[in-house]
């Protein structure tokens, strides 16, 4: 069972930085997609961003340019840096990792792993 725990959570300023980390069980080269979500208080989870395993990095509008997703494989660390940071960052924040492969009867199976989340909290 693959585990994925997320650290980094926590109060900062308005304008301020964070970086968020998601350690996985096994190395993150393995997975297609990794990705950060976030569920603000009251909404619906949405996507932050996404990284594929050949590097393809994604970003939801509403944070590029301020947001960056990263691996280490050396440590099977996704991270999340986050700059000028607002309001409208506060949520809880899970990572995702998504794996996709042949099973033994030749069926394509599929994977999606999410650990707990960390809360960020900018107040207005």
């Known amino acids: 069972q693959v585990q994925l725990v997320e650290a980094g959570g926590g109060l900062v300023q308005p304008g301020g930085s964070l970086t968020l980390s998601c350690t996985a069980s096994?190395?993150?080269?393995?997975?297609?997609?990794m990705a950060w979500y976030r569920q603000p208080p009251g909404a619906q989870r949405e996507f932050v961003a996404s990284?594929?395993?050949?590097?393809?990095?994604a970003y939801a509008a509403s944070v590029r340019g301020r947001f960056a997703i990263s691996k280490d494989l050396a440590e099977n660390t996704l991270y999340l840096q986050m700059i000028s940071l607002n309001s409208a960052a506060t949520a809880v924040y899970y990572c995702?990792?998504?794996?996709?492969?042949?099973?033994?009867?030749?069926?394509?199976?599929?994977?999606?792993?999410w650990g707990p989340g960390t809360l960020v909290t900018v107040p207005s």
């Open positions: 995702n990792a998504h794996e996709e492969y042949i099973g033994l009867d030749h069926e394509p199976l599929a994977y999606a792993y």
């Open positions: 096994k190395s993150v080269f393995s997975f297609n997609t």
């Open positions: 990284s594929t395993s050949g590097g393809t990095a």
